[in-house]
């Protein structure tokens, strides 16, 4: 008997038959004794559909009538869910993000939660009911409707998770976890069964799609135990969580994106503070940087490169047009070729030979490295295109791969 | 310079042009210094849509869950209009019916307005704004979104209009007003510049699509001064509102209604209380009924037939079919191929003139009475279906052209 927080995406609940599905698992779990609070997502495309009219009409919409229009796709799936439950006979109780009390700042489209008054949620569990919750959505003090942004959804879970003392938090996805490498491009990757906070972090910081970065940080800031897992499966899934100190750096994962772009900034004046004022830019417009380089070149002037990513290059070019009236660099050049590779794992950085064996399996597969860049749990490395999937499935031999067979061996 | 609350039917928001249409028809307002309330229903055929998805998942879906799920086409609605006028410069604040203080009763999917806190809107018009509020939709006093049924939005206007003492209220439709007869049958048919509410009211009753009765009753009650037009043109419309007795009858209207079916139940035994106990059964279930005749043929049984609308069929034979555990009858008759005519106006039942002209066109016209009933503001006749046209025609010729002329010829 456990009181679980689940949330279902909204690819698990796409169409009218998946919310049936949807509902006869949470059925499962009801009748296994749980209490359960269920967060779920808009149905499938509808947010990008509401967005689609809002900007036909309208080439930057209002904010407060964004979250107004798109906070009403989340509603339509509570409803819905609790219709599908009470046709198998659950009761249920839908709420919105508002009457679940969920309180948050006033910066719409991107609400930040600052107090949730669980009182209804509670008196649904007393009464024995499954409690639905509208995700990515709050209100703010002034009673208007406000979102939590990208994977606000993952964020409303491990907070309402957190808030109501949870045994664990169930992510409910279309992949059955967390995978070494994407196994469509590694046909040998494998399920990681646990994962540090700090791990998968990392991890979706690199575009790991499986859970969004925001709900990851938010479960490591307040403990709450995830655990990600496929809707349309009953395998268990990856649980995130506080894990140990490993005596020994290991490669947890190896990660790609080709969806960046590298964009470089030549000539730019060589003065101090001329880093900060580019970056302050980028910054302002919530774009975020990977990779950067500064050339040391010339005397007058040098070169800055970095990394962003595809989906923010319209507020980038925004940037770089407001940056024009301000710095006097010579040239820009947006490079779409290239991709990036990292491998993942606490405290790899600080153990030199994994550097060193990465750069090696790059070398012997003729790749050329363009930049670079580490944290403590992972190295990332700029290449072309063309050679990111080969080089994924090299380094998954190289750590993942060929590290089973030695801990096989030694046994 | 007034204070007009303004209702935009589904119709006339039905795609993202109108939309635009409808913003720029509210900006011509606002640049004359008006102060405007303006609701707005779902678009287009959204509510079916969603009840569809409701009905695909259960056959009679909690209603409490209808109220969440039919409650976000209106917000859509409300929050497009904001972003549409926004695109025009005019600054406005989308609420939802909650949100603009509209408490209800708890009698989900036809909950009743018990009262509206109106601090809100009066807080936007303050700040110049175009207040946008979610037609059809309020909570309750636990916050929970309940709606007000069928032509909810019309008695959100008009109560909005009571509450906000507004100068008046306009209701825009496809059509523009009230006319003496459907201008798709009786070309010769006018548009009615005046009428009392109870005229309004006991047209809306037999079927005249152009007001829900209920707003009617609502703005009759509060004194609401409506005007109801046409979105697409700027003519004036028809102005509801209190008319000083007409020193004479006059027929003001020819209304049918082919969508009634006639039910008979023959045999029912001859005992006091049955009729109750039918009708009960029928009342309970929300039918409206017109035209009771009772005969009184044999000794110990009886046939009762009336009329109900065919949007209630279903629940017509449910209640039918609860009567069959409970009374005798013998038989029953479901009658699809009947229409209902009537002629409508302050005191014309009071003037046997006008009955007699009535029934006398109809005999002229061969057409056979199967039920007359009769209201001090109009008289109803139940016709053979394929009678319907010619008899309205007939109908108008007598009490409106011809009267209409000799008004002239006697000036």
């Known amino acids: 008997m456990s009181l679980i927080v689940q949330k279902y995406g909204g690819s698990s609940v796409a169409t009218l038959q998946k919310m049936q599905f949807v509902a006869e698992k949470i059925k499962k779990y009801f009748e296994q004794g749980h209490q359960l609070v269920v967060v779920v997502s808009a149905m499938g495309k509808t947010t990008d559909e509401l967005l689609h009219k809002a900007f036909t009409l309208h080439p930057s919409p209002p904010e407060r009538e964004l979250d107004m229009l798109l906070s009403t796709g989340e509603q339509v799936s509570i409803a819905l869910l609790a219709i599908a439950l009470d046709a198998l006979g659950i009761p249920s109780l839908s709420l919105t993000g508002g009457q679940a009390g969920i309180i948050t700042t006033d910066l719409h489209t991107k609400a930040k939660i600052i107090h949730i008054d669980v009182h209804r949620i509670l008196e649904g569990l007393e009464q024995n009911k499954v409690v639905i919750v509208a995700g990515f959505q709050g209100k703010n003090l002034q ?4 979102t939590l942004g990208r994977g ?35 046909p040998q990757a494998k399920k990681i069964d646990r994962i540090s906070y700090d791990e998968m972090s990392e991890m979706a910081n690199l575009g790991a799609k499986v859970m969004q970065l925001r709900a990851v940080d938010f479960a490591h800031a307040y403990r709450v135990k995830v655990h990600v897992r496929c809707t349309f499966d009953d395998q268990e899934g990856t649980w995130i969580e506080e894990v140990g100190n490993m005596e020994n750096a290991q490669v947890r994962a190896v990660t790609h994106s080709g969806d960046v772009i590298k964009v470089v900034l030549q000539g730019v004046p060589n003065r101090p503070g001329i880093a900060a004022q580019i970056f302050e830019a980028l910054a302002n417009l919530s774009v975020s940087i990977d990779m950067i380089i500064q050339s ?59 550097a060193y064996r990465m750069f090696k399996i790059l070398a012997e597969n003729n790749v050329n490295i363009d930049m670079i860049s580490t944290s403590n749990l992972r190295i990332s490395c700029l290449i072309p295109r063309e050679k990111m999937e080969e080089s994924v499935r090299a380094l998954h031999r190289e750590f993942i791969e060929e590290e089973k067979i030695e801990v096989e061996t030694n046994e």
Chains 1, 2 share one sequence.
Do not use: M
């Not at 309402?160 to 469509?184: M, Q, S």
């Open 152 to 186: 606000g959804s993952d964020t409303t879970a491990c907070a309402l998770a957190y808030a109501l003392k949870a045994d664990f938090c169930e992510i409910f996805t279309d992949v059955n976890g967390v995978f070494t490498a994407d196994p469509r491009i590694v």
């Open 296 to 354: 040391e070149g010339r005397e007058t002037v040098k070169d800055v490169a970095f990394v962003v990513l595809k989906e923010d290059e319209s507020k980038v070019k925004k940037a770089i047009e407001e940056l024009r009236g301000k710095i006097n660099f010579q040239n820009i050049i947006l490079d779409y070729e290239k991709s990036r590779i990292s491998i993942v794992g606490a405290g790899i950085a600080s153990n030199p030979q994994i």
């Open 143 to 146: 009673d208007d409707i406000t």
